[in-house]
């Protein structure tokens, strides 16, 4: 995605929570924040499929009103990445494990999942 889609992602959801975003910017930071009007997206972000980068964009738009991630937060956060782009959500803490379109996954997130053990 460019930074114009990111722009058009954050501003489906600003105009859905009835909130205003003026600025995303794409730049070198760890992980992404947002202000009262503007939205960072970590440069890294750029390297994950599609799908990752607009719930990348949904999530940041969701903290201009939800400052932290508790349950109105992440409900949010699934309704509109399932009403406005038809992405599902399957949550691990307060990070995705996995996304699906239409059934199909398209991002499962690396790493142990719960229960397992670690080889060696």
Not at 75 to 88: I, Y
Not at 97 to 106: A, D, E, I, T
Request: net charge positive; charged share 30%; aromatic share 10%.
């Amino acid at each position: 995605m460019e930074l114009e889609d990111f722009q058009a992602v954050t501003d489906l959801v600003a105009e859905n929570l009835g909130v205003q975003i003026q600025t995303v910017k794409i730049s070198k930071v760890r992980r992404g924040r947002c202000g009262k009007k503007f939205i960072v997206i970590p440069t890294w972000i750029l390297s994950t499929c599609e799908e990752y980068q607009i719930y990348y964009a949904v999530h940041e738009a969701v903290h201009l009103r939800y400052k932290n991630h508790a349950p109105p937060f992440h409900s949010t956060e699934s309704r509109l990445l399932k009403e406005l782009l038809d992405l599902e959500i399957e949550y691990r803490h307060a990070y995705p494990r996995s996304l699906s379109v239409n059934g199909q996954q398209v991002y499962e997130r690396e790493g142990k999942k719960k229960g397992e053990k670690k080889d060696g």
